[in-house]
């Protein structure tokens, strides 16, 4: 169960759209819809942003949007906002009520 | 409002075994479907789910640590524990307890609501 793969870093400008992918395989991201996504600020606990590979939970703004393709999920962050900078966890169901994450990207507002 | 917060030592020396709480409100762990999990972060690095407990008691590991875990419950304490054996300093990290919800009674495969996290260090 190896962690699944994001890119270690993405910027945009103010007012830009950014795409986040998560690579995973066959038995993981491949084998289920139910990726989640988290965002985490310096010194605190993960946020969830999207669920089930393209849900929004309650409260989080919908320039926030998931999809997947393949073994390969994406989060799209438009219309980017200064507060949006932060780190960005990918997370798989991966059978057997098993759970992987991904290795983090890093979003800076330029 | 559902919260949970973790609690248990800040240092461990190596080999020691490490034992965390995770105290939690506005929900109960005897609901169909719910859960609470472990996730854990080390300084700079990424998450790492490690463990997963079950309102019928149904427990759930992270193949690569699974020998040293082990979760448990207390639901009229509204607690659940995790146990980790032989901590290493590599296992420095910060942990958190995280709420998986139902739907109709069925589980949901994501965490969303977590603790605050505490910062366990293993160091001699």
């Keep these: 169960q190896s962690a699944l793969t994001q890119p270690a ?53 919908n320039r926030f949007s998931g999809s997947k ?10 219309g980017l906002q200064a507060e949006d900078e932060a780190d960005y966890y990918c997370c798989s169901y991966a059978g057997s009520s098993s759970y992987v994450f991904g290795t983090g990207t890093k979003v800076t507002v330029l | 409002q559902i919260t949970l917060k973790e609690s248990g030592p800040t240092l461990v020396k190596p080999t020691q075994t490490l034992t965390l709480t995770c ?19 080390p300084p700079g690095k990424a998450l790492e789910w490690l463990a997963l407990i079950y309102w019928d008691d149904d427990k759930r590991y992270s193949p690569s640590l699974k020998s040293r875990l082990t979760i448990t419950k207390d639901t009229s304490k509204n607690q659940v524990v995790l146990t980790m054996t032989n901590m290493d300093p590599v296992d420095t990290a910060t942990y958190y307890c995280a709420h998986t919800p139902q739907w109709l009674g069925a589980s949901r495969y994501y965490f969303d609501y977590w603790g605050q996290g505490t910062l366990v260090t293993v160091s001699s």
């Design chain 2, 23 to 41: 105290t939690f409100s506005g929900f109960s762990l005897s609901t169909s479907g719910v859960g609470v999990g472990w996730i854990r972060q």
């Design chain 1, 69 to 78: 393709s393949g073994n390969t999920a994406s989060l799209t962050i438009s």
């Design chain 1, 9 to 61: 870093s993405v910027s945009g400008s103010p007012g830009q759209s950014i795409t986040i992918s998560c690579t995973g395989t066959s038995s993981d991201v491949g084998s289920y819809n139910l990726v989640s996504w988290y965002q985490q600020h310096p010194g605190k606990a993960p946020k969830l942003m999207i669920y089930e590979g393209s849900k929004r939970p309650s409260g989080v703004s």
